[in-house]
């Protein structure tokens, strides 16, 4: 008998085993398309004497080293996706191709202004010049209002998968205690597993990652450059917030208790890494560098030669780039501080929302992307993931568009900012007081004043005196078709330099029966014309 229950206990095993293995292959086929599955395989072990086959335990199809490579590579793509989705809206802003786009617009403008330079300039050149300005400017404050408004898209996207990351770094510490709890070699393990593993992915599709096995089924998760993701049954915290000036004090500093905290206005997409270079007090000796790739290469005049800025206080801010930067101490921005500034003291200065890593002692640390002058990442930041190139595509791209787009317009201002000027036009006959004068009118038809901002030309008088005109406005002169001003003095063919009302200039100049008047572009320098000069008033 113990030879036949030896037989029928070796067929029960065997089929035992073969059930297992039959729903294991059932699980495989239905779950073929589901997305972070494992296929997975029934490990069967010889059972004891005379007991048949025995099952081992349910593995998944599973290998370490090509998660890793995949989990990079999903990285790489999602930062080039983000910004090649990004940049793809702004090209056709700056697409030169366009005959209608901004370089047109600049080179029409340039050109309409130089035709009015001449004598024989028409009021149909005049009109086209007008129209030409318009739509230069129209097309830079569309400029400037897409790249604004993708900033601010931009950013609104980064904080919200700031927030996603947060979730699946508190999703994954909790898998982390589920899996502790079960156990390994099921398939509800290894359901956790894959569960887990697809977590992951998400996160290196967001930021670049390390992962390692702590054993027991157990992991971490790092970011490339080092800072935790989650440490077992710990997710820690990520944050997108205004940026923050952190000190790094060298030892002498230290040693004094030092309370100089460097502080800034204004806005940049660039930080600032300020590095003290002399010994002294503020705004007495002490002096600094200013790095914009975190102390790789340090701002340079046009020989070359490094910047050095004094270190003042807030009365005696000083000009760096789009910041002011000045010190105080680490409780009041307007207070001058007791200690000197060493050789070493290091500030950074974050003008800009930045994302920054929280510890478990609850200090940031920032991560946001970096790159140096020489184009490579700075490998203890982000160097992967959508975020990466989100945030690259906000500071680095768009940031970059929108500094360069307002030098463009600030070139092609007057420096000082209250002289900022429009142009408009005045079209109406000017008539004498008769006889083969009248009517005459100004040479093209067309007088194009240049007014002070939030300024509109009213009618001059219909009649002027002695067949003279006057002509107010700042940047406008008129001058006679064929008279040679170089023989004259600056005062026989301008007037003498006088201040009119509201800030208004005034030039007259009598003419000869028939004659015509032209414009000539330039600051106006006259005196008060005979008659009232041209009024304007605030728009």
């Not at 910047?307 to 910041?323: Q, R």
Request: charge should be negative; hydrophobic fraction near 30%.
């Amino acid at each position: 008998m113990s030879g036949i229950s030896s037989l029928l206990s070796i067929g029960k095993s065997a089929l035992n085993a073969s059930q297992v293995a039959l729903q294991v292959t059932g699980d495989n086929i239905a779950n073929v398309d589901t997305d972070g599955y494992s296929r997975q395989r029934v490990k069967l072990v010889n059972g004891t004497y005379t007991s048949g086959v025995d099952v081992d335990g349910v593995t998944r199809s599973y290998d370490s080293f090509v998660e890793a490579q995949y989990l990079d590579k999903i990285s790489a793509r999602e930062r080039w996706s983000a910004l090649y989705t990004g940049l793809t809206g702004v090209e056709s802003l700056f697409n030169e191709s366009n005959t209608s786009g901004i370089n047109a617009a600049m080179s029409n403008f340039f050109s309409d202004w130089g035709n009015l330079t001449s004598t024989t300039a028409s009021n149909a050149s005049i009109t086209a010049m007008l129209q030409g300005t318009q739509t230069l400017a129209s097309l830079l404050r569309s400029a400037a209002s897409t790249l604004a408004s993708t900033k601010s898209d931009t950013q609104s996207a980064i904080s919200a998968n700031v927030g996603t990351l947060n979730s699946l770094s508190s999703a994954i510490a909790d898998l982390n205690k589920k899996i502790d709890a079960s156990t390994e070699g099921t398939e509800a393990y290894n359901s956790l597993l894959d569960s887990r593993d697809a977590l992951i992915e998400q996160v290196s599709a967001l930021v670049d990652v390390n992962v390692v096995d702590n054993g027991s089924g157990n992991l971490s998760v790092y970011l490339a450059s080092g800072q935790t993701v989650v440490d077992g049954t710990t997710g820690f915290t990520f944050s997108y917030e205004q940026g923050q000036t952190v000190r790094q004090l060298s030892s002498t500093s230290i040693a004094n208790k030092s309370d100089v905290q460097c502080y800034s206005s204004g806005t940049d997409s660039s930080e600032y890494t300020i590095k003290v270079v002399s010994n002294g007090g503020v705004g007495s000796g002490a002096a600094f560098e200013v790095s914009l790739d975190g102390g790789k290469t340090w701002l340079t005049d046009d020989d070359g030669k490094v910047l050095t800025y004094s270190a003042n206080a807030e009365d005696g801010k000083v000009t760096v780039g789009d910041l002011e930067i000045w010190f105080g101490t680490t409780s009041n921005a307007g207070s001058s501080p007791t200690s000197d500034l060493e050789v070493g003291d290091t500030f950074t200065l974050v003008p800009k929302k930045a994302l920054y890593w929280y510890t478990s002692a609850g200090t940031p640390e920032l991560i946001s992307p970096q790159q140096y002058a020489d184009g490579t990442d700075n490998a203890r930041r982000l160097t992967g993931g959508t975020l990466c190139g989100e945030l690259e595509l906000a500071d680095t791209y768009v940031g970059g568009y929108r500094d360069s787009l307002d030098s463009l317009t600030q070139s092609m201002m007057p420096p000082d900012p209250s002289h900022r000027t429009k142009l408009q036009k005045y079209d109406p006959p000017l008539r004498g007081p008769g006889g083969n004068d009248s009517p005459r009118q100004v040479q093209g038809g067309a007088l194009a004043v240049r007014v002070r901002e939030r300024r509109s030309l009213a009618r001059p008088p219909e009649a002027a005196l002695d067949r003279s005109v006057s002509c107010a406005g700042e940047g406008i002169a008129v001058y006679l078709p064929g008279f040679d001003r170089s023989r004259e003095s600056p005062e026989e063919a301008h007037g003498h330099d006088a201040q009119c009302q509201d800030g208004f200039r005034s030039l007259q100049v009598r003419t000869r029966p028939g004659q015509g008047l032209g414009l000539d572009r330039g600051r106006l320098a006259g005196r008060p014309g005979a008659d009232r000069p041209y009024p304007g008033k605030r728009a």
